[in-house]
């Protein structure tokens, strides 16, 4: 038994050692991805012990995912200053910061040595799960004394169960693994859940090991984000390559423009390389493109799928498609959360107090203002959710704000309050940013805002006059 299913076995023994005081647990997290190992470096950095558990069998599960795909921030935002400095001091030499990795290059250049540190790899637990979270001997509704007890992680490891205790918890198991249905209400249906060997929930290798499956092929992209935008693109190479290639693009917005996003005003030259990118692909006619569409049943029609639903409020339907890439967006998972108190917003089911700042039923920034513990905090004493979870359905989250996340969150957990509210993390701007009427920045009609390039901590800093109000997402 090597070192760390020595320490998993004795942290899991805990739950049965009365003496042991809550003062001395370590934090529990959940999630080995980029925020999750943040956080971990930000607990050792600052002296405090940790366990981290995840599904997977590798740290960046949900990254190698789309290990594939290049991002389009720059190695600098990408790196967490307390692991870069736990790295360095193991003699680990950075990427060039200015360079630009794919999802594999992160796992195996950042993820992985990070996770082989001394101080990190006896406390991470992978093919681990979460199944559930609540106080030592109290269920949900009891209050009295609630805040004095430690958290009671249930855990599930190689077909056995075990118990954890922990002082605090941070969940930061992301949303990838959940994605949203493709049906436009939001709910699953069995005929979609029918057709699932004909439906790829995520971003395929178009390219690569997928190639040849939508090769030749009537291929139906359902989305309007950046995942969807590399779906497409790479589809447009494929066309190139094989003629018979069909794709058909489906999306709700109501204007195209809204999707190309800040183009050469982007201060992410990649992101906004995605914007110009995808434009020039649809102006050539090799992509045909439906919007507003709004998918309301898919039918299996032989070997074939039938997409039937509104285009411009009028009943329309798609046929023949051989596959779906549906790139709809990610929800949270708060199953194991039942026993804890937690509020979220009803419509993006984020973090409460950040649903104003991200939601994109007001505005579609790309970036958001700095946030940390005290926006993150929850009615259940030392229990936070952040990274992309953290963001609920919202689709903006950035890792350099996940990072900012923990490092004030554990700020926080040490009594630190000073760096707890401190801001310590400037973000680059999308270059336009979309307001609505209802916004909370609340200008007379709908307009497009250009933003300084030297105002990059605010997510939409309009060039008109401020609005001095710190809930603002123009703060």
Not at 23 to 39: D, Q, R, S, T, Y
Not at 196 to 203: A, E, L, N, P, T
Request: charged share 25%; proline share 5%.
């Amino acid at each position: 038994m090597d070192d760390k299913e020595n320490y998993f076995m004795e942290v899991s023994s805990m739950s049965k050692n009365t003496v042991l005081s809550k003062a001395k647990l370590p934090v529990a997290i959940i999630g080995a991805g980029p925020v999750g190992l943040a956080a971990a470096a930000h607990l050792v950095t600052r002296g405090e012990s940790f366990v981290l558990f995840d599904t997977g069998n590798s740290v960046g599960a949900s990254v190698l995912k789309w290990a594939h795909v290049r991002l389009f921030s720059q190695w600098e935002y990408n790196i967490d200053k307390a692991a870069r400095q736990l790295l360095t001091s193991h003699g680990w030499i950075a990427p060039n910061h200015s360079e630009i990795s794919t999802g594999l290059e992160m796992v195996e250049n950042y993820f992985r040595p990070f996770a082989e540190l001394p101080e990190i790899k006896p406390f991470i637990n992978l093919n681990t799960k979460v199944t559930a979270v609540s106080r030592k001997g109290l269920n949900k509704v009891k209050t009295h004394g609630r805040d004095d007890l430690p958290f009671v992680l249930h855990v599930e490891k190689n077909g056995e169960r075990f118990l954890v205790e922990a002082k605090a918890v941070i969940d930061a198991s992301g949303t990838w693994t959940s994605p949203n249905p493709i049906i436009s209400e939001g709910v699953w249906t069995s005929e979609e859940q029918s057709l699932s060997k004909q439906v790829f929930y995520g971003i395929p290798d178009v390219l690569g090991k997928h190639k040849n499956r939508y090769s030749g092929k009537k291929v139906l992209v359902v989305g309007s984000g950046h995942s969807a935008i590399n779906t497409l693109l790479e589809l447009g190479e494929l066309k190139g390559q094989k003629q018979e290639t069909e794709i058909v693009w489906v999306l709700r917005k109501s204007r195209l423009e809204d999707v190309y996003g800040g183009r050469d005003q982007d201060q992410l030259a990649a992101r906004g390389e995605l914007g110009t990118r995808i434009q020039k692909l649809v102006k050539s006619g090799k992509v045909k493109v439906m919007t507003p569409f709004h998918i309301h049943e898919l039918k299996k029609d032989g070997e074939k799928i039938q997409v039937i639903g509104s285009l411009n409020s009028e009943l329309a339907h798609i046929d023949a498609i051989d596959e779906i890439v549906s790139n709809t967006g990610s929800r949270p998972d708060f199953s194991f959360l039942r026993e804890v108190r937690v509020i979220a917003d009803p419509g993006l089911e984020s973090v409460l107090e950040l649903a104003p700042l991200i939601d994109p039923n007001v505005h579609s920034c790309g970036t958001v203002r700095p946030h940390g513990e005290n926006e993150l905090r929850q009615p259940e004493k030392d229990f936070y959710i952040v990274g992309s979870k953290s963001y609920g359905r919202a689709p903006t989250f950035l890792m350099a704000t996940g990072y900012e996340q923990v490092r004030s969150v554990v700020a926080a957990l040490v009594g630190d309050r000073e760096a707890a509210e401190r801001v310590e993390l400037e973000l680059p701007e999308t270059g336009v940013c979309s307001i609505k009427s209802s916004s909370c920045c609340e200008p007379e009609k709908s307009e497009t805002m250009v933003v300084k390039s030297d105002e990059v901590s605010s997510c939409c800093s309009p060039i008109t006059k401020p609005v001095a109000s710190t809930s603002s997402c123009c703060s």
